[in-house]
């Protein structure tokens, strides 16, 4: 325990200051002295000697880059390091999006949308709205490269509340588009989120590796459906396609609730966000990745579609329970087992994106004292935010082992299109609070407030054309928040006995803290 305790004083720099401090929410705190160095206030373990930070001449307790002396770097500062180019942004955004709905139930829109034509609109309508949000989202992701997307905008453009309630509500597990699995196969589903835990706690590298090998087996699967669509379309096989409009129009609350089914497909598109602090010069691998990793998803999804109608007719695709299996039955012959075998493929290189990012979330906003301390907590080694990581793969865990996918889609599309159009709101906020703000990547002001205004229309509009009970318990879930924020946050009250607890995690897992990587840009 001594070695593992003096090791970790070695390997941390400048996360805590001798005398008089800054913590991570900015407020000037004492720390404690020890024989080798010092302990934070919140009773991790903290820098040796008396090395300190330094504060800005505006006296509002904000760190800015450590004081180097006796040869020390930046390099000794424990922090994320940036990692991921471009090729990675692009997988990240590709792999996390295209998951296993897209080869499972494309049938969703069919359903509510009650036309080919009409379905195949809200497609390539649902890919124009991802591509012109996460437009945006690259512009407030450039002026702010700290990692937690809409909870490091939130607190640029609103203040600590409403940033807490978005960790708060952020805050769940990452699932996949299935029904929940039983017996065997809740065994099989626990142990792929115990691998993906293990690759990304293991090392940043090789978590993007696997991200990108995945990446580059789904599109090939993706080809492999195209080709095969193509096949029979050659063949003639176009009679689904013809008459497209044939069927009623939907109202307009199924329209949105159609927009719900699509942009679940699509969700995904802001996840490089929640990763800028690793991005290689995300002024411009941020909207390079952004742009043609959406324009690539929306053009998979689209011939997808075109693909199946070509082998199967509308009502068939809506009895079939893996629309992507009855597809290779038919187009694939004996090597028809390749679809299962890309939906297996598809579904897990969407978790390890997912889980990926959501690290980074925690990660972010316990660094701002939002979650417990010790979720923003890295590796001393490896770099990784494990407590956070681990702390998502036990949501995910429970959802696995109790929970149903249906209620969490419904409680996710609408309370999600919340906060993003809280996102374009800040956006605009901020181009009038703080006009002369660096922005390395501004987008016309329209987008913004095009995106607000369908935010809008979709969550209004389901619950005055059907109301039901879910949206009035997804909206208490968000403002009971605030029942948390007041004592913990506002106020700073935290039991002592957390001490303790941050303390014995932080020796278990060899964690600690960190300084922020925008401190350095």
Same mark, same amino acid.
């Given at each position: 325990?001594r070695?593992?305790?003096s090791?970790?004083?070695?390997?941390?720099?400048t996360?805590?200051?001798n005398?008089? @401090?800054?913590?991570?929410?900015?407020?000037n705190?004492p720390?404690?002295?020890?024989?080798?160095?010092?302990?934070?206030?919140?009773?991790?373990?903290g820098t +040796?000697?008396?090395?300190?930070? +330094?504060?800005?001449?505006?006296?509002?307790?904000?760190?800015?880059?450590?004081?180097?002396?006796?040869g020390?770097?930046?390099?000794?500062?424990?922090?994320?390091?940036?990692r991921?180019?471009?090729f990675?942004?692009?997988?990240?955004i590709?792999?996390?999006?295209?998951g296993?709905?897209i080869?499972?139930?494309?049938?969703?829109?069919?359903?509510?949308?009650?036309?080919?034509?009409?379905? &195949?609109i809200?497609?390539?309508?649902?890919g124009?709205?991802?591509l012109l %949000?996460?437009?945006?989202?690259?512009?407030?992701?450039t002026?702010?490269? @700290?990692?937690g997307?809409?909870?490091?905008?939130?607190?640029?453009a !609103?203040?600590p509340?409403?940033?807490?309630?978005?960790?708060?509500?952020?805050?769940?597990?990452?699932?996949t588009e299935?029904?929940?699995?039983?017996?065997?196969?809740?065994m099989?589903?626990?142990?792929a989120i115990v691998?993906?835990?293990f690759?990304n706690?293991?090392?940043?590298?090789?978590?993007?590796?696997?991200q990108?090998i995945?990446?580059?087996a789904?599109?090939?699967?993706?080809?492999?459906?195209?080709?095969?669509?193509?096949y029979?379309?050659?063949?003639g096989?176009?009679?689904?396609?013809?008459n497209a409009?044939?069927?009623?129009?939907?109202?307009?609350?199924?329209i949105?609730t159609?927009?719900?089914?699509?942009l679940?497909?699509?969700?995904?598109?802001n996840?490089?966000?929640?990763?800028?602090?690793e991005?290689?010069?995300?002024?411009?691998n941020l909207?390079?990745?952004?742009?043609?990793?959406i324009?690539l998803?929306t053009?998979? !999804?689209?011939?997808?579609n075109?693909?199946?109608?070509?082998?199967?007719?509308p009502?068939e695709?809506?009895?079939?329970?893996?629309?992507?299996?009855?597809f290779?039955?038919?187009?694939?012959?004996?090597l028809?087992?390749?679809?299962?075998?890309?939906v297996?493929?598809?579904t897990? %290189?969407?978790a390890?994106?997912?889980? &990926?990012a959501?690290?980074r979330?925690?990660f972010?906003?316990s660094?701002?004292?939002h979650?417990?301390?010790?979720?923003s907590?890295?590796h001393?080694r490896?770099?990784t935010?494990?407590?956070g990581?681990?702390?998502h793969?036990?949501?995910?865990?429970?959802?696995?082992?109790?929970?149903?996918?249906?209620?969490?889609?419904?409680?996710?599309? &609408?309370?999600?299109?919340?906060?993003?159009?809280?996102?374009?709101?800040?956006l605009?906020?901020?181009r009038?609070?703080?006009?002369n703000?660096?922005?390395p990547?501004?987008?016309p002001?329209?987008?913004?407030?095009?995106?607000?205004?369908?935010s809008?229309y979709l969550?209004?509009?389901?619950?005055?054309?059907?109301p039901?009970?879910?949206?009035? !318990?997804?909206?208490l879930?968000?403002?009971?928040?605030?029942?948390?924020?007041?004592p &913990?946050?506002?106020?700073g009250?935290?039991p002592?006995f957390?001490?303790?607890?941050?303390?014995?995690?932080q020796?278990?897992?060899?964690?600690?803290p960190?300084?922020?990587?925008a401190?350095?840009?």
């Open positions: 325990m070695d593992k305790i090791q970790l004083f070695c390997l941390q720099k996360a805590c200051k005398n008089n @401090s800054t913590d991570n929410r900015g407020h705190v720390t404690k002295a020890t024989s080798n160095g010092t302990m934070c206030a919140n009773g991790s373990l +040796e000697g008396p090395e300190a930070t +330094e504060t800005d001449a505006s006296g509002t307790g904000r760190m800015r880059k450590p004081l180097e002396r006796n020390s770097t930046q390099n000794h500062v424990v922090h994320l390091e940036r991921l180019g471009l990675s942004g692009v997988a990240l590709v792999g996390t999006m295209i296993s709905g080869f499972v139930s494309p049938s969703g829109l069919l359903v509510r949308t009650g036309s080919v034509g009409v379905s &195949f809200i497609w390539l309508a649902c124009l709205l991802s %949000g996460a437009l945006a989202y690259a512009e407030l992701g002026m702010n490269t @700290s990692s997307a809409e909870w490091a905008y939130f607190m640029d !609103y203040g509340a409403p940033a807490f309630l978005f960790s708060w509500y952020a805050v769940e597990a990452f699932v299935c029904d929940p699995p039983r017996g065997v196969v809740k099989v589903a626990l142990v691998m993906i835990l690759v706690c293991y090392s940043v590298n090789l978590g993007m590796a696997v990108n995945f990446t580059a789904k599109l090939v699967a993706v080809v492999v459906v195209i080709c095969g669509g193509a029979k379309l050659m063949q096989n176009t009679q689904h396609l013809s409009f044939n069927g009623p129009m939907p109202n307009v609350g199924a949105a159609a927009f719900y089914t699509g679940w497909a699509y969700d995904g598109w996840n490089l966000n929640y990763v800028t602090e991005i290689k010069n995300p002024s411009k909207p390079r990745s952004i742009i043609i990793g324009p998803v053009l998979c !999804y689209a011939l997808i075109i693909s199946y109608l070509a082998a199967m007719s009502q695709m809506i009895e079939s329970e893996a629309v992507a299996v009855t290779g039955n038919r187009i694939l012959g004996a028809a087992w390749l679809m299962p075998l890309s297996t493929i598809s897990f %290189g969407s390890n994106g997912t889980l &990926f959501a690290g979330l925690c972010a906003a660094r701002e004292g979650l417990l301390d010790i979720l907590y890295v001393v490896r770099l935010p494990a407590p990581l681990i702390f793969s036990l949501i995910a865990s429970a959802m696995v082992l109790h929970g149903t996918i249906d209620s969490l889609i419904d409680f996710f599309s &609408f309370t999600a299109w919340i906060f993003y159009g809280g996102a374009m709101l800040a605009i906020v901020m009038y609070t703080k006009p703000y660096p922005r990547y501004k987008v002001i329209i987008i913004p407030v095009v995106v607000l205004v369908i809008i969550v209004a509009a389901p619950i005055f054309e059907t039901r009970i879910e949206y009035l !318990y997804a909206l879930f968000i403002f009971a928040g605030l029942i948390f924020y007041v &913990f946050v506002k106020l009250m935290t002592r957390m001490n303790k607890v941050t303390l014995f995690f020796l278990l897992l060899e964690v600690v960190t300084s922020s990587m401190m350095f840009e």
